[in-house]
């Protein structure tokens, strides 16, 4: 019975890892500077964005509905969070060549008001760590990684707004 109740427990801490959790994955370096491309093709430097508030980096994909959730959700929230935080999101297309067509319609089609870039070579993705997507990035206002979460279940949005509002009143200091 030991043995038996033992490897539930390992099995439990084994499926627990496959969990939506925060990660560590970044937090606390610097944003790394990469070439992206604007959904028209034009060249954006990720250290050149410009933003004065936090910046949200959520890494997704059109063939992936848990990633289109998440941004969906925080779309209906998005303008209410800018206006207590100052945040933009960064919402990072990790589609390849043969379903990049797709992400415009997408984001025209839910009217999303982000900031979308193309990582077609998979450059940033690499530089940032990730491995599977969604995966999101809460990066304060001096560049550095102050939150990384991966996946999606309801409510993690919550989460990020808490982290959010920690950097907001950090800022008001």
């Known amino acids: ?5 033992l490897t539930f427990i ?3 801490i084994a499926l627990s ?3 939506q959790e925060e990660t560590k994955e970044g937090v606390g370096k610097k944003l790394p500077s990469v070439q992206l491309k604007t959904m028209d093709g034009k060249a954006v430097n ?3 964005l410009g933003f004065k508030g ?3 980096f959520s890494f997704w994909a059109t063939w992936c509905s848990p990633c289109k959730r998440e941004l969906n959700t925080i779309y209906d929230v998005y303008s209410d969070w800018q206006a207590a935080t100052g945040v933009n999101l960064v919402a990072v297309s990790i589609d390849d060549m043969k379903t990049a067509s797709a992400v415009p319609v997408y984001v025209d089609g839910k009217g999303w008001e982000y900031l979308v870039l193309m990582d077609p070579n998979g450059d940033f993705k690499r530089a940032m760590g990730v491995n599977n997507v969604p995966h999101t990035f809460l990066v304060n206002t001096d560049g550095t990684i102050v939150y990384s979460h991966n996946n999606y279940a309801p409510g993690d949005e919550d989460k990020l707004y808490e982290e959010l509002l920690k950097i907001a009143k ?3 200091q």
Not at 1 to 5: I, P, R, T
């Open 17 to 19: 890892s496959f969990s």
């Open 10 to 12: 390992g099995f439990a």
């Open 54 to 56: 936090p910046v949200i």
């Open 1 to 5: 019975m030991k043995k038996l109740a």
């Open 46 to 48: 990720t250290a050149d």
């Open 170 to 172: 950090k800022a008001e």
